[in-house]
């Protein structure tokens, strides 16, 4: 429990009741809590908040699977354009990616995570982990886990290094380029694929998830053999098995951004991405048209996972945040969570759009479960204006 750790940062007339469970929240946690929450409303920032020693509105911190909202934005602003196809196989941009089975495989299948690519035989190397284009060509010569196409399951390492060689081989640029000109740059966003060296000091290294005899317990009863589905995934069957916690506190994953794991960034940057993607903001339109956002949150792949062991969902390289987290959201919500606890969101029924961030890793993994009485308060208070 908390001593008191105060709680910075504003919130617009009507949002008073998120603060006070921002707050409650934070009370309620180790001493050592750091995070942020911010959100916009039809492209207005009405929440900043933030709490902890040495923490502030500018602290950066590992997103982990949340920059893959940052990798399929872009992909989707390329289908908007006319550049990609969703229904054009991935061999039309990928010719090499043809072997073991994989030819008929669309670009939409693999958006919703249906390659059955989720790693390789032999694992990968930290140097390999944060090179997309070296994945790529790993991957590339990898047979599948399970027949693409008929089922799904979290490429949780890999997709947007898979998403991402099919940008680059339809435009010549990567996503992480792509990404910084047409999006980050622009908006002056703090959610970065590649960490330049200048804004370093602001990082706030990931601590580790310190779990409680209970959450070690149930930890400790999920199979986590080496070669289950999950662990080659997590890429826990490699000769250097990742810890995952601690990848993004590697200088050469932030100054690289893998599309999948790679994204630094702080609650701000998340939420004002989210915000640029559905609303006007700063007298700029909104990036996605409202059939684009549509077609990348209508559920695609929803039932059981083959790598989670449990019930998600996803849209077109976004969760479907409604299904996988919070139901009192609108229907078409897109998003995407993070191993350490991260989660943005962007719901174009009610104009909401979240990001929140933390320190230390939380139990059990994937958006931490403070998001979903945080979200539900900037919900309520979103639908009330």
């Not at 429990?1 to 949002?15: C, L, R």
């Not at 580790?208 to 005899?213: F, G, H, N, V, W």
């Not at 976004?318 to 962007?346: C, E, K, N, R, V």
């Amino acid at each position: 429990m908390t001593q008191g750790i105060a709680v910075h940062g504003t919130v617009a007339e009507g949002f008073e009741a998120v603060r006070e469970e921002f707050a409650a929240f934070v009370a309620e946690e180790r001493d050592d809590y750091e995070g942020q929450l911010c959100a916009y409303v039809h492209g207005r920032r009405v929440v900043d908040l933030w709490a902890g020693e040495g923490a502030d509105g500018d602290s950066l911190y590992g997103v982990f699977s949340s920059t893959q909202g940052a990798a399929h934005l872009v992909v989707a602003l390329l289908v908007q354009d006319g550049t990609l196809e969703l229904d054009r196989k991935v061999t039309y941009y990928w010719p090499e990616f043809s072997v073991e089975g994989k030819g008929a495989l669309t670009l939409r299948d693999l958006l919703a995570h249906r390659a059955g690519l989720v790693g390789t035989d032999t694992g990968f190397s930290a140097a390999e982990l944060a090179d997309d284009r070296a994945l790529a060509e790993r991957l590339a010569d990898q047979g599948p886990f399970w027949r693409p196409g008929t089922a799904f399951g979290c490429h949780a390492l890999v997709i947007g290094a898979l998403t991402g060689e099919v940008v680059r081989r339809a435009t010549g640029r990567t996503i992480q380029e792509v990404y910084e000109e047409r999006v980050r740059a622009p908006y002056a966003l703090d959610f970065h694929l590649g960490l330049p060296l200048s804004r370093e000091p602001r990082f706030r290294t990931t601590q580790p998830m310190l779990p409680t005899p209970d959450q070690q317990a149930a930890l400790d009863a999920v199979p986590s053999g080496p070669h289950t589905l999950a662990s080659i995934a997590y890429n826990r069957h490699a000769p250097e098995p990742t810890d995952l916690a601690a990848l993004p506190n590697e200088r050469t994953v932030r100054a690289k951004g893998p599309a999948s794991v790679g994204g630094v960034g702080s609650a701000r940057g998340l939420a004002g991405m989210y915000a640029a993607i559905i609303c006007e903001v700063d007298g700029k339109a909104p990036l996605l048209k409202e059939d684009t956002v549509a077609e990348f949150g209508r559920l695609h792949s929803v039932g059981y996972d083959l790598v989670a062991r449990a019930h998600r969902s996803y849209g077109l390289g976004f969760q479907a945040t409604a299904d996988a987290w919070h139901p009192f959201l609108g229907a078409g919500t897109i998003g995407h969570s993070g191993a350490a606890g991260s989660q943005a969101f962007a719901d174009p029924r009610s104009g909401l759009a979240y990001g929140y961030t933390r320190r230390r890793f939380a139990f059990p993994g994937g958006a931490a479960p403070e998001n979903d009485r945080l979200a539900r308060a900037v919900h309520r208070a979103a639908l009330a204006l």
